[in-house]
């Protein structure tokens, strides 16, 4: 079970208690470019991600070539879940992967797909 550790006077939470150890916890923002549209990219990056506990959304972007992922939870699950990004689904094709790392928010209750 993950239990959010006490927030500072200044609303801080950099760390969540699970199986008595302190685990590091932040927020990815990443831009996936290629052919990841039309190919189950948000469902296989969905499963990864619940798989891995954390939270978040997935969603196509406009331009036809690109998926936006935002995700929080523990760093070492969200570098596993980076590496399966620049893999991609079967079927897909990833050129790259630009990556934004920012303070843990809590702000998500799940990790869902966007329509």
């Known amino acids: 079970m993950v239990i959010p550790e006490h927030e500072d006077r200044y609303g801080d939470v950099r760390r969540i208690v699970q199986n008595d150890k302190m685990a590091d916890v932040a927020h990815l923002s990443a831009i ?17 991600a619940k798989r891995l506990n954390l939270k978040g959304f997935v969603r196509n972007l406009a331009s036809g070539d690109a998926v936006e992922v935002q995700a ?43 329509y």
């Open 72 to 114: 929080e939870g523990e760093k070492r699950q969200l570098n596993k879940l980076l590496e399966q990004l620049k893999i991609g689904s079967p079927g897909a094709r990833v050129e790259r992967v630009e990556v934004k790392w920012t303070d843990y928010s809590g702000e998500f209750d799940d990790f869902s797909i966007i």
């Open 32 to 48: 996936v470019y290629g052919r990841v549209q039309g190919v189950f990219f948000r469902y296989f990056v969905r499963n990864v």
